[in-house]
């Protein structure tokens, strides 16, 4: 198996919102990715936020290259975000990228006033 | 995302039945809220009960705000009501406030005479 | 909420078989308890068996009310009853004292001979 | 409830084939039994192998008594069988014995090379 | 229960693709495997990775032995290949081997840039 | 052994300060008491405080009967006191109210802010 | 090694304070039982306490045999003690048996009221 | 117990080096503060560290006020340090603002490489 | 590095009192093994007993090769003995065949009549 | 803070002996890593081990810089080398890279025969 990646030519210190893709190798049904380390800014208070985010997908053509992943994660760190709209916009992002048979993004926020919110996204592709 | 909460003005020292809510990111499909931190009184002893509750709920158009939830869930810290009427009260409110497709609360009380109880209350939208 | 409850009037260092309710709060559809002070006796060897026992139940018109319940199992302290049967029983008392749509006991015992057993007994309201 | 034991009379030092029943008291749906305290040999190497055992069943007329399963379950100590074989044994005698809806074993092995195995066994009752 | 194996006499320092099988005893519905000790190189970076893989399979006529499992694992320790594409080499080559009705393989790579990848490969019997 | 409490005929429905004791049993050496339902106001926000509290001293002469322990540790829910403070408090309660050889309280806030804070309150008897 | 138990012969359906013996031994230096099987009654309400004991000795001459300390332990499910003054006897009656160097008693009692309380005994051998 | 925090009309939103404190509350003698929200920058690679750090000292006459603390970590999440030098500089600065009989902080990095790092740095008061 | 061992040409099928040794590698300090596959007969009752056993030693100049180790404790297998006896016994054997400067042997019995016996033993070279 | 590190320029898909250090930031007294993906082969078997290795030591003027330790633990994945051998020579390795006042190395390897063998290797820096 060969595959020619920019991530072996790239920068690895700056984050990027462009994720790589190789190609599905047979018989793969389902991926996941878990991260405990994916930071945003709340909108309210313009604190750090800090989630763990599970990214689920059922690949068809292409599958997420995980360097490449992290630098996109890396992207949310300066952002201003609610939790939901975090886990909303992952999912897009990876359904665009991967058009695969569906994204689903789960995400965990640090406890915060006693309570730990977690928000469900999906992106299903359209049968019709 | 731009946003105008009141809870950014608001007094947070003080219980509040008020909850807030904020239009609903895209491909949101579940959120849900996790807290150790709800007490109410017993009816039946007056004393003080310690409960761990779960909101969860599928969002049509609104999002419910943490903060303003938290305050919400603050008022019942001096009500005497069994944790099967508080489960089924904040799944009202949640309901009454947020208009989802449905919303399910998971109350556990603090163990007490060596059994722990649990509730589930669940209201549904009428699909009719 | 105002109950008024022989609870609060009765002798609580004795069992007792009578099962109190109160009317089940709006929106409620499932409660369970789980204690790990359950013991009895085995009708093998007579010595003590003690047991953990969740009882869960579908609610209809009627909750049960956890100080009576408690006493109610602490009335099986002296029995000679398998596991089994007193899964059984517990199920039985519980749908007749409530008259919920389902009543569902799972019952684990302390390890054995180096074996751990349970059972599941389960009352469901005949629809018929 | 009386029952007269075998096992009461029996030598408790000595491994059994015999397994005892009793009459399925009322609710019951469903029984398991764990241990961790069964060996036998593997086949390949004659080296002891330590399993644990799950043994389910949804009782019809009879259950299982746990003084004489312990017994059967040590019969296995001193015989060249894989896990596989095993479940498969123990899943087919409770069957003949207790004549249940199904029996269902689940074994897994001690790790071994790295591995740790496990396997289920099923026998369920012909209703044709 | 007699069988002849190769593992027997085979050099047991020595990888090897070749998976031994044993005839399914009788009942037995599902085996799995769980090792932590599988490890192969990133095709990226050529660095070492770690991995859990759980092999399942719903057996028909043969089993597989679990030391020449052990040795056919052992084979991916110096070669370049994706977590996914471990995950479905294994899969199809476990599905070769023994026919079964269906092999499900889920493999979860070591944490690697605060991420956890894991992937389902399944290969299904076709009954057409 | 016959003991005559307050506690028996005590309104079990109000904080009180007042610690009973009974006379320590011999060989006694340590007693500790954990209580994770204490709760309390922070002086800073006014907002409920959810602690987890452990006491622990050398018995002399006296033992603090546990039901007046649990109306004491009530006092401080509507108490504006930092977390320090209230171990503090607590520590020099206990050991005025038991005189001890020594009275020490941990005390573990909540989450606030992804902060956990710890306190640790001790009082010694003057052997001078 | 060849012992002559009275417990072989005896009612193992009855609770004993007669606790056996045997010859510590070569090198053990630490012996300790744990049971969370300890049951009292509570001398201020009458209602059963549920304990777990781990009882540790630096044993001399004698061993406890571990069937008659069960036999000892179940002596006190009808007992009103407090958990502390349990500690203690326990503590007392091993210590007068075993003449060990040391024997300590850790008792913890189920959750009351909110809080778990743990007593530990402790008799030495007078060295004087 | 009254204070006049500066934190009440600071600006939450923007992380401070500054760190307020209260005086010591009477019998407090170890104060920790855990945190699983502390980020930094690699200097090797630049990019984020994810770090859990616990901060423990024995306060003289000053405690740490918690809000200020959380806006002090903060200021380390666009910083380029080693976790073993942030260990350090948090020690420094929380022993020079406090005075405290001595200040130990303990680091433990996110996973990197397979490898977790942890680091422990200590400040304690020159008593000659 | 290259060893001799008897373990490679030797019948890996049979139990074995021998316990072979090499010599102790520069700066190790101590050694370790723990198993929970160690089983013996109850000298009261002739049943099988489950045990988790820790050696622990620290080496002069021999160590013990780990095949040899699994052998010699499978030979407690068919043997009556206490688990306290057991300990006693293992840390002797081990101490007389690496005349180690001291080695520990600590035993855990499975669960029998709801209490856990654990037992340590010592054996620590004489320095005079 | 600035550093120039080899590792920077260095190819990170090759083993290395070569262990880079950056001097002690202030404060600092301990480090540890833990890394569980270290591999080596045995030396009576052949096979790989598996192996989980903490280094914890007391820097003096030098720390070691984590890359290059990933990649120096990496150099043993085709050693054959017993796991206390194992220990014994990182130990040395890191005692003569760093001069520290001491080094400890603590592995466990993965299970075999049913065992879990670890070792402690310590080097002291001799103040003599």
Redesign the interface.
Known sequence: ???E?K??GKD???PSKDLET?P??????????????V?SHC??????D?NTVEIEYAPDQK?V???S??LY??TF?DE???G??L???I??DIFDALEPFYCKVTLEQ??????????????VRDEA
Chains 1, 2, 3, 4, 5, 6, 7, 8, 9, 10 share one sequence.
Do not use: H
């Open positions: 198996m060969e595959y990646f991530a072996l690895m210190s700056a190789f599905t190798p047979a018989n793969v049904k389902l991926v996941s990715f878990t991260s405990d380390e930071t909108p309210v208070t313009g604190q750090p800090f599958c290259e995980s360097k992943l992290k994660l890396w760190r201003q975000i609610f939901e709209g886990a909303g916009t999912a897009q640090g406890i915060r006033g006693g309570m730990q919110m977690s928000a469900v996204a999906e992106v």
